[in-house]
């Protein structure tokens, strides 16, 4: 069951795109502006809109932890805000001046692309804020553009219809011609993704003006060997498919049309889920939100609707409703999370005691009572006793005895708290393999084979999956 939370409808022009941070919504419109909303109640930050491009925005998307913001537009700037303050940190020039149309950012926030009408690409370093290199990569308008979950290759899209791959250093490794008649419009990785030991296999959904959505297979065997293969044709919508995007935990794809429709799909097995009608003109915008299971869409009516997944293994709605700071792990809050917490639990007289010492979720974590007395300077045995409490019971939550066998790190067998993929194609607790290999062990602790490499790299969507549980206990 999907039902529709809100609808905002601040903007004065059709919406462009719409993205997710952990806790905010953004949106980007003709009107020239970004709008940038709190996920708690959808109220407006107050620095929000943002004004700083000349034209209209096309294209906005959030760093991983959501402290960046990046937007571009006709006006040849792609634009990093800062979420903390809504100020512009850095503004990035078009090589040629042309119209961007999308950006993407690499999975560890070290590389920005953008994607141009003239069909060039521009690879920024995010870090240092240097043109690493631009490129013309069609004759077409660049349309879609998005980095593999591993973010070693990106893929593009175009108004001719090609899909290509590639690596960083733009050297094309594959090409899809003709993906889509008449037109790619969208493209989005699946976070998730397969390690076997000769090759990786990712999952790209993409549309287009064919009125189909369209799931791959892009498989890399070493370093430079690529191939694509079509797995699914999904034609739930009548019109040309504007956007599509896949959810954090890679079960869900969802997609808008000019047929003014939502549609959501089993990604594993392409079968229609729901088909959602309350937007009255082109569904231009869907985003998953990475910590809730909610869609954002937005459309050429200026408005944009948030809808609510119901659980689909709990039913629908089960548990009770959940405040912000719930939504994350406890070693992910913010001082104010852990204020919140305080005022739950009915602690509201250290709330001030807390503040004076910026105690955030890790903090909180490891509090004893020796540092409730010294450092805190608590003098009520009782109530640091109450404190402590409380804490266990957080701990305890972490611990696992319920979750799901795969939250669990096979060495610990604890509640991951950051999940690394190893080359035997398990997950594991980032400091438990990386002790086990320190140890000389360069057998899987799963199969007992040799593990061909000793590199990990990060499973964002299980830890996404595994917050969304803990957020749910």
Not at 184 to 206: G, M, N, T, Y
Not at 308 to 324: E, F, H, N, P, V
Request: net charge negative; charged share 20%; with cysteine.
């Amino acid at each position: 069951m999907v039902s529709l939370i809100c609808t905002l409808q601040d903007h004065r022009d059709e919406v462009y795109w719409c993205a997710f941070s952990p806790t905010l919504l953004a949106t980007c419109s003709g009107d020239k502006t970004i709008r940038i909303y709190n996920t708690n109640d959808f109220s407006e930050l107050p620095f929000s809109p943002l004004s700083g491009h000349r034209y209209g925005v096309h294209c906005c998307s959030f760093s991983v932890c959501g402290t960046y913001l990046f937007t571009c537009s006709t006006d040849a700037l792609t634009i990093i805000w800062s979420m903390a303050t809504g100020e512009v940190k850095t503004k990035f020039e078009h090589p040629g001046g042309s119209p961007v149309r999308v950006c993407s950012l690499s999975p560890d926030s070290s590389l920005l692309l953008s994607g141009a009408s003239d069909g060039t690409l521009a690879l920024w370093d995010f870090h240092s804020k240097k043109l690493r290199k631009s490129k013309a990569v069609t004759e077409a308008t660049v349309m879609a553009c998005c980095f593999t979950p591993c973010g070693q290759m990106f893929v593009t899209g175009c108004t001719s219809g090609d899909i290509k791959v590639w690596d960083l250093d733009m050297k094309q490794l594959y090409a899809e011609r003709d993906a889509h008649d008449m037109g790619v419009a969208c493209c989005h990785f699946a976070p998730q993704f397969d390690i076997d030991f000769s090759s990786v296999k990712f999952r790209l959904a993409s549309c287009g003006q064919d009125s189909q959505l369209k799931v791959w297979i892009v498989s890399q065997h070493g370093a430079a060997a690529c191939e694509m293969k079509l797995l699914h044709t999904l034609t739930g919508q009548s019109a040309p498919v504007l956007s599509c995007a896949f959810s954090s935990d890679s079960e869900l794809l969802v997609s808008g049309s000019v047929d003014k429709t939502v549609t959501v799909y089993n990604a594993n097995d392409g079968v229609l889920l729901h088909t959602l009608k309350r937007h009255e003109s082109f569904v231009t915008a869907c985003a998953f939100s990475p910590t809730l299971p909610w869609i954002a869409t937005g459309s050429m009516d200026k408005k944009v609707n948030v809808w609510r997944i119901a659980d689909r293994d709990s039913g629908q709605g089960a548990g009770r409703k959940l405040s912000g700071h719930s939504r994350l792990l406890v070693s992910d809050w913010s001082e104010e999370d852990v204020l919140a917490w305080l005022s739950e639990e009915g602690l509201e007289e250290l709330v001030t005691t807390f503040t004076t010492n910026n105690i955030d979720g890790p903090e909180l974590l490891c509090l004893t009572k020796e540092t409730l007395a010294s450092e805190l300077s608590i003098e009520s045995v009782g109530l640091r006793g109450k404190v402590l409490r409380k804490v266990e019971a957080l701990k305890a939550e972490l611990t696992g005895l319920d979750a799901p066998d795969e939250f669990l790190c096979p060495i610990t067998r604890e509640v991951m708290k950051d999940p690394v993929i190893a080359a035997d194609g398990y997950s594991y607790e980032r400091e438990a393999i990386e002790s086990w290999i320190s140890a000389k062990n360069r057998s899987s602790p799963m199969t007992n084979l040799p593990l061909p490499t000793t590199l990990v790299m990060p499973n964002r969507s299980l830890k996404t999956a595994i917050g969304r549980w803990t957020a749910t206990q």
